[in-house]
């Protein structure tokens, strides 16, 4: 796939001035840091060194659009919050991980930039146990079995998993030293009662990196986590001692398990126990929900332990998908949920990217069967205008002469909008605006004629925006040559090649009709019938039409096209996309 300079879109000038400044500022300050974290103060975002990508991205540390600047020149270190499985991963997920797995095929497939991506799974929680006591099986089974369910589900929407997967469980003993240095860094304190908190006056002003969310949050009467064991409502638990029937660890403390927040700071430091991200991370991504306290709890225990005045550099948050009309996002708990699975049964992982593409991956999304219509209306004008396209270049399809020299031109736009939208904080629905305004133009010059009378074509410029379109949509994790209708998303294959079926048939049914639509130039003497179409081969004009009308439902849309026929196999539910079209060309009626 090709690789986009942004500079060469943006402007070299901008972008090395950039990096030089970037570069000077932050090693002026970690100059100031000089190893130690208790020597800054303040939450201030440090803009860091190395290599400045030319994009820009929402930085929720900052509030705003930060340059893109990564440690190592074109890699980027990636850690995101997994889910905790308790139950069926559903939309909600879906949306997070697609959009969050979009970013990252942008940042590869567009921009040249290896992606390192680990991700937790949350296999020892409160809702874990809570569900095994419910269900009467261990907490391992139930945690195992949602997160093979997970890593299912995320494959059938496309989402490329992660470099490595890793389990809470598999790490305690990680987690268990990570603790330990934080204490020796005298940044949390154990109780007699087996617990340890992080002590947040140990880090003076630098609690609340994400903004002024926790004042409304510890209030101490009314915050739920208060214990009187602690030294500030705000401490929040490193280590919990377990109780009675709990899985457990043994530990320094006695015997617990692990808090919820020291899991990520853990594996995202030093995954199997070496250090692969160590003190620093380039991006670190999750739901919005997980700012604050997660988020900023994990921020204080990683930069208390390493001892650095800053962590990971970007925090990414995706806006949370709501089921349309509900102010509550779908979630697990309350149980207002669509899984993946069911979602499959109706739509296609193509139409699903196709509606995470639509909205910025920051904004929140309602879901609803119409919000997912427009997703499937616009596949399928690309899809449409794909196939007349290769239509028209295999010379099927006959057409007007094109103004070949503005398609040309609307493609270079085109490419240029896209590299610009997509460096300006992953802009989606911008750069898709930008594709469907190519297509457009492209279905605009594609005007057929019964005859073409020999008039120039133009066929070189529709297989460059074939191309391109086909790259863009491969870099959104979108195929559409290989995409099946929903129903048969993850089922069996089917034996024989269909498309090759297809192409016979139609070959057959274009012979037979212009056959059947052969005119007679005058009646000959003694007949009775009118000039036009021969009258004993009318009824196979009508079995052409119950044919194109009878595959329709299996997703098969033939289009004629005067003398000739076009064929495409449509997605999702084919039959609607098929009849607006065949009532239109109903010939053995008119
Ligand atoms: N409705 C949603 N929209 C977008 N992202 C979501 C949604 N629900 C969960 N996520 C994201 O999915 C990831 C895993 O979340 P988690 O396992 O906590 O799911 P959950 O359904 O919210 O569970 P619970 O209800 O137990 O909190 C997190 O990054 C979270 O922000
Ligand atoms: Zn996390």
Redesign the pocket.
Known sequence: MWRHSVRSVLGKAQVFHGVRSAARSVNAVRSRLSGSCCGVSGKTWIRPGGFDTGLKTFNSLTKQKEPLILAREGVATWY????????H?????A???V?FDILQRILTKMFGITVIHAMVI?DIDD?IIKRSWEENVSPTIISSTYEDEFKKDMLSLKVIPPAVYLRVTDNVHHIVAFIERIIQNGHAYATKEGDVFFDIRSIGDRYGKFGGLFHVFFSVTSYPGWSTNKRDARDFALWKPSKPQEPYWESPWGRGRPGWHIECSTIASCITGHSVFGSQLDIH??????AFPHHENEVAQSEAYHQCGQWANYFL??????LKGSAE??????KN?ITIKDFLQSYSANEFRMFCLLAKYRS??DYSDSSMSQARTSLGTISTFIHDAQAYLKGQLQCLPVQEAFLWERLAETKSSVVKALAEDFDTPRAVGALMNMVYHGNCQLQPVSESDGAARSPAVFAAMISYIRDVLDVFGIDLLHSKPAQEAGGASHGGNLEGVVEQLTRFRSEVRAFALARQDAPTSGSTSKPGLFKERIPLLKACDTLRDGLAPFGVLIKDRGATSTWEITQGKPSERGQSVQNKDQETSS
Request: net charge positive; charged share 15%; hydrophobic share 25%.
């Open positions: 995101s919050c997994g889910p905790t499985v308790y139950d991963a559903h939309l909600g997920h949306c997070s991980y959009r949350t809702k991504s999750g739901g919005i929900d997980l948050h995706s806006g949370h998908l709501h996002k779908m979630s697990k708990s309350l949920y929140a999304v």
